[in-house]
């Protein structure tokens, strides 16, 4: 399973951007596209996921309200659109499959990784 994350660039505080994470390869042995962030000298950070069977998502406290994981089966593209950033959403991140089948936080239930996208946040 291949998975391509874009979308990301630098948007001033307030702003929008919409991530995407397009799949390929074996997706059917997937379940569940997750989105996780990360930057410089922290670790990994959930930011929200969504399963490919039902459109079931789950998202960390900072993203409810602002964020929208959503997905197209028949793109194999999962999004993630993001509302009023803020200068503290500035990071890497990354789109990951996992093969459970429940929803999870933990990014070491994900076996596919993709290469990241950078969002910058300006104040």
């Known amino acids: 399973v291949q998975l391509q994350a874009s979308g990301g660039g630098l948007v001033q505080a307030g702003g929008s951007l919409n991530l995407s994470c397009t799949a390929s390869?074996?997706?059917?042995?997937?379940?569940?596209i997750g989105w996780f962030r990360q930057t410089p000298g922290k670790e990994r950070e959930f930011v929200a996921a969504?399963?490919?069977?039902?459109?079931?998502?789950l998202y960390k406290d900072f993203a409810k309200g602002r964020f929208t994981i959503s997905r197209d089966s028949a793109k194999d593209t999962v999004y993630l659109e993001m509302n009023s950033l803020k200068p503290e959403d500035t990071a890497v991140y990354y789109c990951?499959?996992?093969?459970?089948?429940?929803?999870?936080?933990?990014?070491?239930?994900?076996?596919?990784w993709g290469q990241g996208t950078q969002v910058t946040v300006s104040s």
């Open positions: 969504i399963r490919w069977i039902d459109g079931d998502t």
């Open positions: 990951a499959a996992s093969q459970m089948g429940f929803i999870a936080r933990n990014g070491a239930l994900y076996r596919y």
């Open positions: 390869g074996r997706t059917g042995i997937t379940n569940i």
